[in-house]
């Protein structure tokens, strides 16, 4: 029977479990352009860091970290447009749109930072004072709670219909290439977010902190579609939610399991043969990614 | 006139069509395949612009408005009935969908009863099965169902792209039925592109002939077209 490794202690699966959450964000991010609007962004790896370094400067600069965190927002959501223009208006394919403007995110990111990592250890962060996991339980209740409640409205219902059906969309006088841009605002956004409350959290920013962002986001929304099978379509993102928790409490455990010969550099290895496996196993679940 | 297309040229395979379509009446155009149907059909829809020409609904120029815009005057059903609908949503919610592009929903039960009211004219039993997912339905089922979507809420012209060029000839037949009460019971416009000769006798109050991107034939009535 399985079992928990020794060394693994309580405020370790609490840590595991706050960072979840914190990542959820990111991940329900990348499912509402995955999934929701059907289009493969590849911003995320740039507009993490995005929101990461407009936090942090404000942040050093002695501004409110809630002020700092929703121009975090802002800025995640700058990048989505970005995205958005390139692909709509100048008919740039979808995944190389992202690629370009997370490339050039890379030199933004630094311009912003003046640096190539900022520590703001002393500094007053959203969780100071306050207990990180209520926190965070707060932060990812809220956020997702007005994100269901856009996805069950008609702007939602309109929001779906793009991503199922862009032919369908046009005759139903939807405006797709408006709905295109505003998913990818908002899912940035929420990417930006997620960096920016990452960030706050561990104390420090780093311009490279990006890397990975997306695989590891992917990895929980085919976790939480495989294990947690929503049937209506808004209440998927709280299987993102639960993946991006229980992602993060098996990368935990793999890495308290040297006895079996796991090492903390087989991290990308685990991360991405966990994905392999999850997507391999179709029967019981949506696996939507899988499948596209 | 409801619909007037104007010397339209697209690439080579529209060459200076025009097409006048009175309020209330039903034009058949049937051609075989590459004789330009789906581009006339497309120049109409928006889904692509015209080399040359315009296109005009009740006296308005809409050649450069985009598909979406013209869909709160134009009401469309596809060729493919898995392009028309959502698979992945309910019957409810492609109506509501449908509904929602020229209108708002005020009172949900008065929509309820209002699409109920719409599918029971096709006797499918649909109206029972509004919460069911499209992906459950068969083809032909979809394709009824476009044809109630597409007569949700308001439009000024019906435009039916070869609607059952994606179907079997039993399901074909099934579909056309429908389609005969839906156009009875509408009253409006209708403008239908089809490869099938049959439909000639059974719709209509005139029928064009499309061959190399251009119209000939006569109405019933033996009036130059």
Redesign the interface.
């Given at each position: 029977m399985f079992t928990l490794p020794k060394d693994l202690e309580m405020q370790e699966i609490i840590m595991s479990i706050e960072l979840g959450l914190i990542f959820s964000i990111v991940a329900v991010g990348i499912y509402l352009t995955f999934k929701t609007i059907n289009f493969a962004d590849m911003t995320c790896d740039g507009s993490f860091v995005l929101g990461a370094a407009v936090s942090s400067v404000y942040i050093k600069m002695g501004a409110s970290p809630f002020i700092a965190t929703f121009l975090a927002l802002v800025f995640g959501g700058l990048a989505g447009l970005a995205t958005g223009i390139l692909n709509v208006k100048f008919k740039i394919k979808d995944l190389m749109c992202g690629i370009i403007v997370a490339f050039i995110l890379y030199s933004i990111n630094l311009r912003i930072m003046n640096a190539p990592n900022i520590t703001f250890i002393e500094e007053v962060t959203i969780f100071s004072g306050r207990n990180t996991l209520t926190s965070v339980i707060i932060i990812v209740f809220v956020l997702n709670l007005a994100l269901i409640l856009i996805l069950f409205s008609v702007f939602g219902l309109r929001l779906r219909a793009i991503g199922y059906n862009k032919q369908f969309a046009a005759i139903s006088g939807i405006n797709v290439k408006l709905m295109t841009i505003i998913g990818l605002m908002l899912s940035n956004a929420m990417i930006a977010l997620g960096g920016s409350l990452f960030s706050q959290y561990q104390g420090f920013c780093d311009v490279s902190q990006g890397f990975g962002t997306l695989v590891i986001g992917l990895a929980s929304v085919v976790i939480g579609e495989k294990m947690f099978a929503f049937k209506k379509e808004p209440l998927i993102i709280l299987s993102c939610i639960f993946g991006s928790i229980l992602y993060r409490i098996f990368m935990n455990i793999a890495l308290h399991s040297d006895s079996i010969g796991i090492k903390t550099q087989d991290l990308n290895l685990i991360t991405g043969l966990m994905i392999i496996a999850v997507m391999i196993v179709k029967k019981g679940g949506n696996n939507a990614l899988a499948t596209q | 006139m409801l619909l007037q297309l104007n010397d339209i040229c697209v690439k080579n395979i529209l060459k200076n069509l025009t097409l006048n379509v009175k309020k209330g009446e039903f034009v058949l155009i049937v051609g075989a395949n590459g004789a330009g149907k789906t581009t006339l059909f497309n120049t109409i829809?928006g889904?692509s612009s015209p080399n040359n020409g315009s296109v005009f609904i009740n006296g308005r120029d809409i050649t450069l408005l985009?598909?979406?815009?013209r869909?709160?005057q134009i009401?469309?059903v596809?060729q493919d009935p898995r392009?028309?609908?959502?698979?992945?949503?309910t019957i409810f919610?492609n109506l509501?969908?449908?509904y929602?592009?020229?209108r708002c929903?005020k009172k949900y039960r008065k929509i309820v009863e209002y699409f109920k009211e719409k599918l029971s004219l096709i006797g499918l039993n649909l109206e029972n099965r509004m919460n069911e997912y499209v992906r459950n339905l068969s083809g032909g089922q979809r394709q009824a169902l476009s044809l109630v979507m597409a007569t949700v809420g308001d439009y000024e012209l019906l435009l039916l792209d070869e609607i059952t060029a994606a179907l079997d000839t039993r399901t074909s037949d099934m579909v056309m039925e429908i389609t005969s009460k839906i156009v009875a019971n509408e009253k409006k416009t209708c403008l239908a592109i089809t490869h099938d000769q049959s439909h000639m006798n059974l719709f209509g109050d005139r029928t064009l002939k499309m061959e190399n991107g251009q119209l000939s034939g006569f109405d019933k009535r033996s009036e130059p077209c």
């Amino acid at each position: 029977m399985f079992t928990l490794p020794k060394d693994l202690e309580m405020q370790e699966i609490i840590m595991s479990i706050e960072l979840g959450l914190i990542f959820s964000i990111v991940a329900v991010g990348i499912y509402l352009t995955f999934k929701t609007i059907n289009f493969a962004d590849m911003t995320c790896d740039g507009s993490f860091v995005l929101g990461a370094a407009v936090s942090s400067v404000y942040i050093k600069m002695g501004a409110s970290p809630f002020i700092a965190t929703f121009l975090a927002l802002v800025f995640g959501g700058l990048a989505g447009l970005a995205t958005g223009i390139l692909n709509v208006k100048f008919k740039i394919k979808d995944l190389m749109c992202g690629i370009i403007v997370a490339f050039i995110l890379y030199s933004i990111n630094l311009r912003i930072m003046n640096a190539p990592n900022i520590t703001f250890i002393e500094e007053v962060t959203i969780f100071s004072g306050r207990n990180t996991l209520t926190s965070v339980i707060i932060i990812v209740f809220v956020l997702n709670l007005a994100l269901i409640l856009i996805l069950f409205s008609v702007f939602g219902l309109r929001l779906r219909a793009i991503g199922y059906n862009k032919q369908f969309a046009a005759i139903s006088g939807i405006n797709v290439k408006l709905m295109t841009i505003i998913g990818l605002m908002l899912s940035n956004a929420m990417i930006a977010l997620g960096g920016s409350l990452f960030s706050q959290y561990q104390g420090f920013c780093d311009v490279s902190q990006g890397f990975g962002t997306l695989v590891i986001g992917l990895a929980s929304v085919v976790i939480g579609e495989k294990m947690f099978a929503f049937k209506k379509e808004p209440l998927i993102i709280l299987s993102c939610i639960f993946g991006s928790i229980l992602y993060r409490i098996f990368m935990n455990i793999a890495l308290h399991s040297d006895s079996i010969g796991i090492k903390t550099q087989d991290l990308n290895l685990i991360t991405g043969l966990m994905i392999i496996a999850v997507m391999i196993v179709k029967k019981g679940g949506n696996n939507a990614l899988a499948t596209q | 006139m409801l619909l007037q297309l104007n010397d339209i040229c697209v690439k080579n395979i529209l060459k200076n069509l025009t097409l006048n379509v009175k309020k209330g009446e039903f034009v058949l155009i049937v051609g075989a395949n590459g004789a330009g149907k789906t581009t006339l059909f497309n120049t109409i829809s928006g889904a692509s612009s015209p080399n040359n020409g315009s296109v005009f609904i009740n006296g308005r120029d809409i050649t450069l408005l985009d598909r979406h815009k013209r869909s709160a005057q134009i009401s469309s059903v596809l060729q493919d009935p898995r392009a028309g609908t959502i698979a992945e949503m309910t019957i409810f919610e492609n109506l509501k969908l449908a509904y929602l592009r020229n209108r708002c929903i005020k009172k949900y039960r008065k929509i309820v009863e209002y699409f109920k009211e719409k599918l029971s004219l096709i006797g499918l039993n649909l109206e029972n099965r509004m919460n069911e997912y499209v992906r459950n339905l068969s083809g032909g089922q979809r394709q009824a169902l476009s044809l109630v979507m597409a007569t949700v809420g308001d439009y000024e012209l019906l435009l039916l792209d070869e609607i059952t060029a994606a179907l079997d000839t039993r399901t074909s037949d099934m579909v056309m039925e429908i389609t005969s009460k839906i156009v009875a019971n509408e009253k409006k416009t209708c403008l239908a592109i089809t490869h099938d000769q049959s439909h000639m006798n059974l719709f209509g109050d005139r029928t064009l002939k499309m061959e190399n991107g251009q119209l000939s034939g006569f109405d019933k009535r033996s009036e130059p077209c």
